[in-house]
């Protein structure tokens, strides 16, 4: 699972990467910690076809009997065609999320926080989650006042043989190109299910280790 990650690239340069037209950014900061419920930079698709990029609450809503609903922030790959509770969001309302490193912990009392990055010759290279939208409007918890929330969840898969280490269960799917980032948007649904598989190992290291929840690098631009 990937319940946290950081976006540390300012903002122009997360619009020049995902080439997206500066009247179609929503203004963000750099983020050394993005948990489940806060907002984040996402590109997307606009009603008219052009790539947008707008603030959504981390995880689909799911609603719970008499307690707060759950925040589904992952999409197993294995579920994403089969369960209604994924299937049309995928087929019609495929994002990416900007990241510049995602941790996963290991141990307890206290865990470890392991932070992934890409290879490259900067300390972050950006990359996007392959992830899918959707609109929830209601409720949060009982008693609580109805909204409405864009929510988004990250598509996660087998892990490489560097994230296994770790978590040998999963990793979230990594987009590196222009190319692939117009066919997870813009693909078929065949197309864009064929970008889910887990990035080389090799492609990837961990920047930092240690009970330190936030990976803070220089802000690049």
Same mark, same amino acid.
């Given at each position: 699972m990937c319940n946290l990650y950081s976006q540390t690239r300012a903002a122009e340069g997360v619009r020049r990467l995902f080439r997206v037209s500066h009247n179609r950014c929503a203004s963000f900061e750099p983020r050394a910690a993005i948990y489940p419920g806060h907002d984040a930079p996402v590109v997307r698709r606009a009603a008219d076809? @052009?790539? @947008?990029?707008?603030? #959504?609450? /981390?995880? &689909? !809503?799911? +609603?719970?009997?008499?307690? %707060? %609903?759950?925040? !589904?922030?992952?999409?197993? $790959?294995?579920?994403? #065609?089969?369960?209604? &509770?994924? =299937?049309?969001? &995928?087929?019609?309302? =495929?994002?990416?999320?900007?990241?510049?490193?995602?941790? @996963? +912990?290991?141990?307890?009392?206290?865990?470890? /926080?392991?932070? &992934? %990055?890409?290879?490259? $010759? @900067?300390? =972050?290279?950006?990359?996007?989650?392959?992830?899918? /939208?959707?609109?929830?409007?209601?409720?949060?918890?009982?008693?609580? +006042?109805?909204v409405v929330l864009d929510v988004f969840s990250i598509l996660t898969t087998r892990p490489n043989a560097l994230v296994a280490t770790i978590n040998h269960e999963r990793m979230p799917v990594l987009l590196r190109s222009e190319d692939e980032f117009e066919t997870w948007l813009s693909g078929s649904p065949q197309e864009a299910f064929s970008l889910i598989r887990s990035v080389e190992a090799d492609a990837m290291r961990i920047v930092r280790s240690g009970t330190d929840r936030e990976d803070m690098v220089a802000e690049q631009a």
């Open positions: 076809g @052009e790539r @947008e990029i707008a603030l #959504l609450s /981390w995880g &689909f !809503v799911l +609603p719970q009997p008499n307690r %707060a %609903a759950k925040r !589904v922030t992952n999409v197993r $790959d294995d579920k994403v #065609l089969t369960s209604p &509770f994924w =299937r049309e969001s &995928f087929l019609q309302r =495929r994002c990416l999320v900007p990241a510049s490193s995602f941790c @996963e +912990p290991k141990g307890s009392r206290p865990a470890t /926080w392991h932070w &992934f %990055a890409l290879c490259g $010759d @900067e300390p =972050r290279p950006l990359f996007a989650f392959a992830g899918v /939208w959707r609109q929830w409007s209601g409720p949060l918890k009982p008693g609580g +006042p109805s």
